[in-house]
């Protein structure tokens, strides 16, 4: 069993989780709390926020602040806030995103792709944004990016909006450790797999329940987070992929075709 020592290794740290309500950012925000770190989830639904709150003060040091990460005069106030209650912030994990079912080009609209990058990739850039000046002045901080297989690799189920984003947002990543490692600031993108979590249920033909029991569970890059965020500050995860063993990105499915198909 671990020390107790190693279990609160990030004692007297500050993460901010967005997305933090539920799904990987409750996960990864339920590790960094019990790791020692204070903890500020931030997530669109109030009601949600609080009940993941509740749940998450048993374990830790824990806050909520209802955000709207597409909203970047809400992202400022809501880190400014934070920076004014802590004095720092040491870890920013971007987990806020979303995928909507109309998603290919037949049936995708301006509205709809807007929606996506507004959330998945502006609202991660927000965020950064907001924390980058005081990591500079604190000298060091950490930036965990969750983007997904489909932002390592094309695949016809993601769709182009959330495809697009989570591209990106594996360049945003790799841009600030070019331009920010000098000040001791790293990143690391996580490309997971297929997670059981509800964002499947956006897809056109949601995986069937033998299928979702086979996926990576929210608690797996819960401690992937945890992972990267208690490793030293001298070195930077640039990237983890992480999938499920059975992969059906890989071994296909009759719902994640390689493209569409073709009536004979």
Known sequence: MPSVEHARVLSGKV?????????????????????G??????????????????????LGDVEATPLDVADKKQVAQVAKDLLARHGRCDILVNSAGLNVPKRFYKDLTPEDWDKVIGINLNGALYCTAAVLPAMRAQGGGLVINVSSWFGRWIGYPGG???????????????????????????????????VATPILNTRPVPPAPKDLERMLKPEDLGRTIRFVAEMPAHACLNEIVITPTWNRLLLGGKEISLGPRVEQ
């Open 15 to 35: 993460a901010w989780i967005t997305g933090g309500g539920s799904g990987i950012g409750f996960a990864g925000a339920s590790e960094l709390a019990q790791a």
């Open 37 to 58: 770190a204070r903890v500020v989830i931030s997530g669109r639904t109030e009601k949600k926020l609080r009940e993941a709150e509740k749940r998450l003060k048993e």
């Open 160 to 194: 182009a909006a959330y495809g697009a984003s989570k591209h990106a947002l594996a360049a945003l990543t790799h841009h600030l450790n070019l331009e920010e490692g000098m000040h001791g600031i790293r990143g690391c993108v996580i490309y997971p797999g297929e």
